[in-house]
């Protein structure tokens, strides 16, 4: 028990419930090939041990687990006189679990993966990541059709073999809320963190890069414009993250924003859009979405690409200021939130930066920067679409110039 780290994270500004969560570095991206699906599984056996539904309510808990692609999170919010109940079965889940009730939850497990088959944003998200991440065991761990093979298979005694030889020293547990702990330790560092996947960096020829998934409750078009890149260098992850986060709430935050003025104000063509970005230790990836008729698509992804090509940093103090806003509520966080924060940050990277630090060097970023992570984050060689609608086809054949 001893040598499962604990680690004290920083306490809420305002007083409420403690939140304490363990976390496994090992999910999706490192499941064998005849196991896919078996970690989200674990997590509904492992976080259903001694039957306890039945004390959340009557103790004023709130509890839940989660799967990921790197690692799976069992954590409860929680008043402080129960907040030893909360840690013991913790321990109990990093150290001897039962693996009971393993029909029950399979049987769970399939009907929330079969209604994900109905849904157009699964089958867009699986095809993005047969681009990006082919023939691995994350994009079998996201397959539904996969994990159905597999899920009848899985019973307590390969369950358990599995959790040894997985799950084993790879474990933590934060807290947050509570006064310090003994055993607990003040660390921005943890060992324990994720396989990190292998993610496709090269150029796609141009006849590869429309991606058509048919889809009979897509009256429309839906668009999809993944850009994808090598992974940002650790010393910087933060300020390049921040600095990509602010280009695309230049590019698709609010009727001003320079896609909307585009697309839905000077063409309507399209009623929303999107911009996401995402920096993992895998790679940077920038998704533009939208909705139009099939008839447009070809017109709206030349004003997308035109957009992105002649990228001004409109409006950038804006943004900046609503940002570092947001930034700031979350100084503001309940233990929930911190745990959430800054235990992700653990297991995905190995250490986390306070919510402070990272405010000062958002205050830092330019202008000139922001044009700059669109230019080298955007690059139109490194991108692909995937189309979904009802027919058989997608309008075009290849990127447009």
């Not at 954590?75 to 693996?99: D, E, G, M, V």
């Not at 990541?129 to 539904?144: E, M």
């Not at 093979?149 to 020293?169: F, M």
């Not at 929303?272 to 790679?283: I, L, N, Q």
């Amino acid at each position: 028990m001893n040598k499962l780290p604990l680690i004290q994270l920083p306490n809420p500004k305002i007083k409420g419930y403690a939140t304490v969560c363990l976390y496994v570095a090992h999910s999706t991206f490192e499941e064998p090939s005849d196991m896919a699906g078996v970690n989200h599984l674990l997590e509904h056996v492992l976080s259903t041990n001694d039957e306890i539904d039945k004390d959340i309510a009557r103790l004023g808990l709130e509890q839940n687990a989660e799967t990921h692609g790197g690692f799976v999170r069992y954590w409860f919010s929680t008043p402080p006189q129960h907040l030893n109940f909360c840690l013991k079965y913790l321990f109990k889940i990093a150290n001897k679990p039962s693996f009971k009730n393993v029909k029950r939850e399979a049987h769970a497990v399939r009907q929330e993966l079969i209604s994900l088959l109905s849904t157009t944003d699964y089958h867009t998200e699986l095809a993005a990541l047969k681009v990006l991440f082919p023939n691995s065991s994350y994009l079998r761990g996201n397959n539904v059709k996969d994990m159905l093979k597999v899920l009848p298979r899985l019973n307590s005694k390969n369950l358990k073999k599995y959790y040894e030889k997985y799950y084993k020293n790879k474990m933590f547990i934060v807290i947050s809320g509570a006064k310090q702990l003994p055993n607990f330790e003040q660390t921005r560092n943890v060992g324990a963190r994720f396989k990190i996947p292998r993610m496709m960096t090269s150029i796609l020829p141009n006849n590869k890069k429309i991606i058509h998934i048919k889809r009979p409750e897509v009256e429309k078009s839906q668009c999809k414009l993944v850009f994808y890149n090598k992974p940002v260098e650790k010393n910087i992850k933060n300020k390049t993250r921040d600095t990509i986060h602010i280009s695309t709430r230049i590019l698709a935050s609010g009727l001003d924003s320079l896609l909307y003025r585009i697309l839905r104000g000077k063409l309507r063509l399209v009623y929303s859009v999107s911009c996401d970005a995402f920096v993992e230790p895998y790679g940077t990836l920038i998704e533009i979405e939208w909705s139009c008729d099939t008839d447009k698509v070809e017109r709206c992804l030349k004003a997308v690409q035109t957009v992105i090509r002649n990228f001004t940093p409109h409006h950038f103090n804006g943004h900046r200021d609503l940002y570092l806003e947001q930034m700031v509520r979350y100084s503001v966080l309940t233990s929930k939130d911190i745990v959430e924060l800054y235990g992700e940050e653990l297991v995905t990277w190995g250490k986390y930066e306070p919510v402070d630090r990272v405010i000062r060097g958002v205050k830092k970023i330019k202008a000139s920067q922001v044009a700059s992570v669109v230019k080298a984050y955007m690059n139109p060689a490194r991108c692909f679409m995937v189309h979904a609608s009802s027919r058989g086809k997608a309008p075009i054949n290849r990127l447009v110039k």
